[in-house]
């Protein structure tokens, strides 16, 4: 019952760098109206986080949230995924499952806008199942989690894309993810497999690390990217597909592992 | 034993919480949720949602992730350290299908599962029921609550009522996070099931539960503590919880903790929290780390001793980055979630505005005093419970107990066990061994465990005592929550 990971491959490490600095930036979600949100009095928050709350506060106001569910078996690293994103930070080892839905606001900067997303992090279990239910149809968009190195999860994605289709909104956008891509040796779903149920169903694909951190920020700017395409308008003309945006962003840095 | 007292320290008119006394009887359970929306005349959702869960049970579309592993059960009769524990606990089904072992995987000795089962139901045969079994200095404590067996194998100094208490607490675990309705349903449909299935993850809160339980004198009090703070802090949080939420319908409670330690306890009116549902809270709260990576999370929480029937729904979330108080407002809609969240920004917006954040912080990082620094040198520790509140303070454990607490809890565990012994309760009791004296007193408002020299003169340790109650008399606002506010 855990998900540590027994390799670290720093291969990956520089992956993320490269993918992260070139072409998508992440602003912190700032406490932007209140000036202390600790309670201690003579807190401020530092410089640069001011600053941000300075610029950024007209634009905010009309801007729409994006609700972003992440699905998937219980232990595929769903809320490590979302932390990573988040915070930066991988703790492993040091497994927990989730209760209930866990929610948490960021905002990210996609070609100098402002989106905020929404992101609802689910627990795995059953049990949990008809309370999660419930907020599938207010999703815009559902990232699907399999381990790459537990075969039932992935058995588990079709039952998991047919409760998606008995629930949430038929334009959802749905993201299928292999995450722990970094436990080389543990693996037992191929990327190719990955690949082919996503054509199967028609929808984007990705392999990502919550450990390493390989492709976690693309993951959830490429579904930021397609919910503001979606909401200026051009839904129907400009057919930005998830699935092209993420084979170009992916294709760039070559994957070594996954190759082999 | 003659004390000035009128009235005894922290006791209160009126209590949020439901005052027991420590054994009584378990199967106990109300149901108060169906009164709670039919007065509010809302279309329930329990029904709808055993349904939907039946649906999943039907036809399983999701396959089972338990993997079992055909290693030999005797295995761990040979682990040297699986044997030296001193407290096992199990938890199988009542036909022997292996749920829960505190230590080591269960399905490796599937057969002991089948020993305990079958002792259980030979005894059963005659319209009895097994309590315990003792051989030498280890007991073996049975629980029969249908649909499960529970038993604990332990060579502590607890006593059966103890262990017995216990194995309740973890029963109750397992009924908050499926309902005791459910539990009882799978059993009726497919007496072979096997629960894991359901009850991924909460092995986690079961440990945590049996650690907690151990060491943490409020379970063995049926009471919780307050986290100190004078009286006008307190109200001003209450207030902040009750005017945030009073536009939301059917919030039934409204809980502020902080290190396992009370803030502030809103309930609706005419509902009061039973202290065992409020421990199930403080251990779902302490074991979780999901609740700590996000802003807030809406979890379904069933109270077994509030209504094991169905669930409420939790708005759980901390306050804020640098005040670590937790927030749980309790509600029977499962839909209010974004009606919360807003009221959870209002509650914190009103305390950070009343400076309650920083009290808040300030008595988190106070270090309570202990009984030689506030002028009771002979007195080494006390634990005091107000039995109208079902609330008890205790000083900050000092030495020569700060290196081995499990001691001192030790004898807590068995003076409370003496005052409350079925077959011969004490009302007062002064014990002395070479390392340290005893006396605890049991009376209609209150109980007080107090530890002393051991050299003390009985009569200066009655007077030392008198001061005592004094003493928490003048601090009583400040160390107990004393009115019960309402929504």
Known sequence: MTTEDSMDDDVFESLEDTVAHSNLQVKQNAYRSTPSPTGYRDYKPPAEVLKLCETDTIEECNQTIHKTILLGDSGVGKTSLLVKFDTGKFQPGNFSATVGIGFTNKVVTIDNSRVKLQIWDTAGQERFRSVTHAYYRDAHALLLLYDVTNKTSFDNIRAWLGEIREYAQDDVVIMLIGNKSDCGSDRVIRKEDGERLAREYNVAFMETSAKSGLNVELAFMAVARELKLRQSGNKDSNKFSVQDYVREETDKTPCPPCST | ???????????????????????????????????????????????????????????????????????????????????????????????????????????????????????????????????????????????????????????????????????????????????????????????????????????????????????????????????????????????????????????????????????????????????????????????????????????????????????????????????????????????????????????????????????????????????????????????????????FYQPHISAPYSINSRRLVNIYKQAHYKLHCPTRPLKLLFERTPQDAILAWDTRGFELYAVLEPLIETSSAISTVGRLLNWIKKREDKLFHLNAPTF
């Open chain 2, 1 to 391: 034993m003659a004390t000035n007292i009128e009235i005894e320290p922290g006791a209160a008119l009126e209590s949020a919480l439901v005052t027991t006394e420590s054994y009584e009887n378990f199967q106990e359970m109300s149901s108060s949720l169906e009164e709670i929306k039919n007065s509010n005349f809302i279309p329930s959702t329990t029904d709808e949602y055993l349904d939907n869960c039946n649906n999943l049970d039907n036809d399983i579309h999701l396959n089972c992730s338990i993997t079992s592993t055909n290693s030999k059960d005797e295995e761990y009769l040979q682990d040297e350290e699986w044997l030296s524990k001193s407290k096992h606990v199990f938890v199988l089904s009542s036909a022997g299908k292996p749920i829960y072992s505190r230590y080591g995987n269960e399905d490796r000795f599937a057969s002991y599962f089948g020993i305990m089962q079958a002792l259980v139901s030979f005894v059963q045969a005659d319209d009895d029921s097994i309590r315990s079994i003792h051989a030498g200095d280890t007991k073996f404590v049975f629980l029969f609550k249908e649909p499960l067996i529970l038993v604990a194998v332990s060579k502590t100094e607890e006593c059966t009522l103890q262990l017995t208490a216990q194995l309740n607490y973890v029963f109750n675990q397992i009924a908050s996070t499926l309902t005791l309705s459910r539990l009882v349903k799978i059993y009726e449909q497919r007496r072979n099931y096997d629960l894991r299935r359901l009850l991924t993850g909460v092995d986690r809160f079961i440990d945590n539960l049996l650690d907690f339980s151990e060491n943490e004198p409020a379970f063995t009090l049926s009471a919780v503590q307050c986290l100190p703070l004078t009286s006008s802090i307190r109200d001003a949080i209450s207030a902040a919880i009750i005017q945030s939420c009073s536009k939301i319908k059917n919030v039934v409670f409204g809980i502020l903790l902080a290190k396992n330690q009370l803030i502030t306890l809103v309930r609706m009116k005419k509902y009061y929290i039973h202290p065992h549902d409020l421990h199930l809270i403080f251990n779902l709260v302490q074991a979780s780390e999901s609740f700590k990576t996000v802003e807030s999370c809406w979890a379904p929480i069933c109270l077994p001793r509030f209504d094991s029937s169905g669930f409420l729904y939790g708005h759980v979330s901390y306050l804020a980055e640098d005040c670590q108080a937790c927030l749980i407002l309790l509600t029977v809609e499962g839909d209010a979630f974004s009606s919360l969240s807003e009221a959870k920004q209002r509650i914190v917006e009103r305390l950070r505005r009343g400076s309650c954040l920083e009290a808040i912080n300030e008595s988190l990082a106070s270090r309570e005093e202990s009984c030689m620094e506030v002028g009771f040198p002979e007195l080494r520790h006390y634990i005091y419970k107000s039995k109208s509140t079902a609330q």
